[in-house]
Protein backbone atom coordinates (compact mmCIF):
# COMPACT_ATOMS: atom_id res chain seq x y z
CA UNK A 1 0.00 0.00 0.00
CA UNK A 2 1.42 3.54 -1.27
CA UNK A 3 1.94 5.19 2.12
CA UNK A 4 3.25 8.62 0.54
CA UNK A 5 0.97 10.04 -2.36
CA UNK A 6 1.85 11.96 -4.91
CA UNK A 7 -0.54 13.52 -7.55
CA UNK A 8 -0.16 14.50 -10.45
CA UNK A 9 2.69 11.87 -11.86
CA UNK A 10 3.16 13.99 -14.45
CA UNK A 11 2.33 17.56 -14.88
CA UNK A 12 2.51 19.67 -17.80
CA UNK A 13 2.76 23.68 -17.27
CA UNK A 14 3.77 26.78 -19.17
CA UNK A 15 6.13 29.10 -19.07
CA UNK A 16 5.26 31.25 -15.91
CA UNK A 17 1.73 29.94 -15.25
CA UNK A 18 1.13 28.53 -11.72
CA UNK A 19 1.38 25.37 -10.70
CA UNK A 20 0.86 23.41 -7.78
CA UNK A 21 1.81 19.56 -6.94
CA UNK A 22 0.28 17.87 -3.97
CA UNK A 23 1.74 14.79 -1.37
CA UNK A 24 -0.34 13.07 1.15
CA UNK A 25 0.92 10.32 3.81
CA UNK A 26 -1.01 7.69 5.88
CA UNK A 27 2.24 7.19 8.18
CA UNK A 28 0.90 10.01 10.22
CA UNK A 29 4.41 11.20 10.25
CA UNK A 30 5.54 14.49 11.86
CA UNK A 31 7.71 15.96 9.41
CA UNK A 32 7.41 16.44 5.51
CA UNK A 33 9.41 17.08 2.71
CA UNK A 34 9.67 18.57 -0.84
CA UNK A 35 12.84 18.15 -3.23
CA UNK A 36 14.01 19.06 -6.48
CA UNK A 37 15.41 16.22 -8.30
CA UNK A 38 17.46 16.46 -11.98
CA UNK A 39 18.37 13.97 -13.65
CA UNK A 40 21.56 11.92 -12.48
CA UNK A 41 22.15 14.22 -9.33
CA UNK A 42 20.74 13.76 -5.82
CA UNK A 43 17.58 14.89 -4.72
CA UNK A 44 17.77 18.41 -3.04
CA UNK A 45 15.91 20.12 -0.24
CA UNK A 46 13.55 22.23 -0.84
CA UNK A 47 11.88 23.26 2.36
CA UNK A 48 10.55 20.90 5.04
CA UNK A 49 7.34 21.23 7.75
CA UNK A 50 7.77 19.49 11.43
CA UNK A 51 4.12 19.85 12.35
CA UNK A 52 2.82 23.52 11.64
CA UNK A 53 6.54 25.05 11.68
CA UNK A 54 7.85 25.77 8.13
CA UNK A 55 11.58 25.57 7.48
CA UNK A 56 13.03 26.77 4.29
CA UNK A 57 16.57 25.92 3.01
CA UNK A 58 18.53 29.35 2.09
CA UNK A 59 18.94 28.42 -1.48
CA UNK A 60 15.59 27.83 -2.49
CA UNK A 61 14.00 30.39 -4.56
CA UNK A 62 11.35 32.47 -4.06
CA UNK A 63 9.29 31.04 -6.73
CA UNK A 64 8.88 28.12 -4.79
CA UNK A 65 6.41 27.88 -1.73
CA UNK A 66 4.57 25.07 0.24
CA UNK A 67 1.18 24.65 2.63
CA UNK A 68 0.66 22.22 5.03
CA UNK A 69 -3.22 22.47 6.14
CA UNK A 70 -2.93 19.26 7.79
CA UNK A 71 -0.79 16.19 9.08
CA UNK A 72 -1.76 14.44 5.98
CA UNK A 73 -1.29 17.00 3.49
CA UNK A 74 1.17 19.34 1.96
CA UNK A 75 1.69 21.35 -1.52
CA UNK A 76 4.48 22.91 -3.38
CA UNK A 77 3.70 25.79 -5.35
CA UNK A 78 5.97 27.21 -8.04
CA UNK A 79 4.43 30.53 -8.62
CA UNK A 80 5.71 31.37 -11.66
CA UNK A 81 7.68 28.19 -13.62
CA UNK A 82 10.54 28.92 -15.86
CA UNK A 83 12.33 26.16 -17.93
CA UNK A 84 15.11 25.58 -15.27
CA UNK A 85 12.29 24.08 -12.56
CA UNK A 86 11.56 21.12 -15.09
CA UNK A 87 12.58 18.50 -13.11
CA UNK A 88 10.91 15.56 -10.45
CA UNK A 89 9.56 17.12 -7.52
CA UNK A 90 9.67 14.48 -4.37
CA UNK A 91 7.52 14.88 -1.17
CA UNK A 92 9.11 12.34 1.39
CA UNK A 93 8.09 12.01 5.67
CA UNK A 94 9.55 11.66 8.62
CA UNK A 95 9.28 10.74 12.12
CA UNK A 96 11.50 13.22 14.04
CA UNK A 97 10.35 11.52 17.46
CA UNK A 98 11.82 7.95 16.33
CA UNK A 99 14.57 8.35 13.71
CA UNK A 100 13.32 10.53 11.14
CA UNK A 101 14.24 8.09 8.29
CA UNK A 102 12.62 9.33 5.32
CA UNK A 103 10.34 7.66 3.09
CA UNK A 104 9.53 9.14 -0.39
CA UNK A 105 6.70 9.20 -2.69
CA UNK A 106 6.85 8.38 -6.60
CA UNK A 107 7.38 11.56 -7.92
CA UNK A 108 5.64 14.04 -9.66
CA UNK A 109 7.52 15.02 -13.25
CA UNK A 110 7.30 18.76 -14.46
CA UNK A 111 7.68 19.88 -17.66
CA UNK A 112 7.46 23.64 -18.29
CA UNK A 113 7.01 24.42 -21.70
CA UNK B 1 35.31 17.85 0.23
CA UNK B 2 31.67 16.92 0.11
CA UNK B 3 30.84 15.54 2.88
CA UNK B 4 29.23 12.29 1.58
CA UNK B 5 31.14 10.61 -1.83
CA UNK B 6 29.63 8.04 -4.16
CA UNK B 7 31.11 7.22 -7.39
CA UNK B 8 28.35 7.42 -9.86
CA UNK B 9 29.24 4.71 -12.10
CA UNK B 10 27.66 3.30 -14.13
CA UNK B 11 28.91 -0.09 -12.25
CA UNK B 12 27.96 -3.34 -14.81
CA UNK B 13 28.04 -6.67 -13.90
CA UNK B 14 26.95 -9.92 -15.08
CA UNK B 15 23.44 -11.55 -13.26
CA UNK B 16 24.63 -13.47 -10.38
CA UNK B 17 27.35 -11.80 -9.13
CA UNK B 18 27.66 -9.72 -5.81
CA UNK B 19 27.64 -6.31 -6.02
CA UNK B 20 29.34 -3.78 -3.43
CA UNK B 21 28.16 -0.51 -3.61
CA UNK B 22 30.31 1.81 -1.62
CA UNK B 23 30.18 5.77 0.25
CA UNK B 24 32.68 7.58 2.12
CA UNK B 25 31.70 10.06 4.70
CA UNK B 26 33.60 12.97 6.01
CA UNK B 27 31.07 14.23 9.15
CA UNK B 28 31.36 12.43 12.60
CA UNK B 29 28.04 13.60 13.56
CA UNK B 30 26.59 11.57 11.13
CA UNK B 31 23.72 9.10 13.06
CA UNK B 32 21.98 7.01 10.65
CA UNK B 33 22.46 5.55 7.80
CA UNK B 34 20.75 4.39 4.68
CA UNK B 35 20.22 3.18 1.35
CA UNK B 36 17.71 4.30 -1.26
CA UNK B 37 17.14 1.96 -4.27
CA UNK B 38 16.05 4.57 -7.52
CA UNK B 39 14.15 3.48 -10.30
CA UNK B 40 14.35 5.70 -13.32
CA UNK B 41 11.30 8.39 -13.40
CA UNK B 42 10.40 7.19 -9.56
CA UNK B 43 11.25 8.13 -6.35
CA UNK B 44 13.74 6.77 -4.26
CA UNK B 45 12.70 3.66 -2.01
CA UNK B 46 14.39 2.93 1.68
CA UNK B 47 16.06 -0.46 1.30
CA UNK B 48 17.81 -0.35 4.69
CA UNK B 49 19.15 1.77 7.31
CA UNK B 50 21.48 0.83 9.85
CA UNK B 51 22.79 3.01 12.87
CA UNK B 52 26.44 1.44 14.69
CA UNK B 53 28.72 0.15 12.81
CA UNK B 54 28.49 -3.59 11.59
CA UNK B 55 26.45 -5.77 9.27
CA UNK B 56 22.92 -6.01 8.94
CA UNK B 57 21.26 -8.16 6.25
CA UNK B 58 18.09 -8.04 4.58
CA UNK B 59 17.29 -10.78 2.23
CA UNK B 60 19.64 -10.65 -0.60
CA UNK B 61 21.24 -7.34 0.44
CA UNK B 62 23.51 -6.28 3.14
CA UNK B 63 24.60 -2.87 4.37
CA UNK B 64 28.04 -2.73 6.28
CA UNK B 65 29.05 0.77 8.28
CA UNK B 66 32.75 1.35 9.46
CA UNK B 67 31.92 4.01 11.29
CA UNK B 68 36.25 4.15 11.98
CA UNK B 69 36.89 4.37 8.35
CA UNK B 70 34.19 6.89 7.84
CA UNK B 71 32.79 3.89 5.39
CA UNK B 72 29.69 2.22 4.40
CA UNK B 73 28.56 -0.69 1.73
CA UNK B 74 25.63 -2.19 0.42
CA UNK B 75 26.06 -5.92 -0.72
CA UNK B 76 23.78 -7.87 -3.21
CA UNK B 77 24.23 -11.25 -3.39
CA UNK B 78 22.81 -13.13 -6.77
CA UNK B 79 22.16 -10.16 -8.40
CA UNK B 80 19.40 -10.30 -10.76
CA UNK B 81 18.26 -7.97 -14.00
CA UNK B 82 15.65 -6.30 -11.59
CA UNK B 83 18.26 -5.00 -9.60
CA UNK B 84 19.34 -2.53 -12.26
CA UNK B 85 18.88 0.83 -10.30
CA UNK B 86 20.81 3.55 -9.33
CA UNK B 87 21.53 3.73 -5.84
CA UNK B 88 21.61 6.39 -3.58
CA UNK B 89 23.81 6.30 0.18
CA UNK B 90 22.13 8.82 2.40
CA UNK B 91 22.90 9.49 6.18
CA UNK B 92 21.18 11.90 8.91
CA UNK B 93 22.51 14.77 10.75
CA UNK B 94 20.85 17.60 12.20
CA UNK B 95 17.46 16.23 10.98
CA UNK B 96 18.45 16.41 7.61
CA UNK B 97 19.41 13.88 4.57
CA UNK B 98 22.66 14.15 3.08
CA UNK B 99 22.41 12.32 -0.15
CA UNK B 100 25.71 10.16 -1.88
CA UNK B 101 24.96 11.27 -5.95
CA UNK B 102 24.21 8.00 -6.26
CA UNK B 103 25.64 4.97 -8.34
CA UNK B 104 23.74 3.40 -11.39
CA UNK B 105 24.05 -0.55 -11.57
CA UNK B 106 23.30 -2.63 -14.77
CA UNK B 107 23.02 -6.41 -14.35
CA UNK B 108 23.28 -8.20 -17.67
CA UNK B 109 21.35 -11.12 -18.06
Known amino acids: DAMVIQNPRYQVTQFGKPVTLSCSQTLNHNVMYWYQQKSSQAPKLLFHYYDKDFNNEADTPDNFQSRRPNTSFCFLDIRSPGLGDAAMYLCATGDRGTKNIQYFGAGTRLSVL | QKEVEQDPGPLSVPEGAIVSLNCTYS??????FMWYRQYSRKGPELLMY????GNKEDGRFTAQVDKSSKYISLFIRDSQPSDSATYLCAMIRDDKIIFGKGTRLHILP
Open chain 2, 50 to 53: TYSS
Open chain 2, 27 to 32: NSAFQY
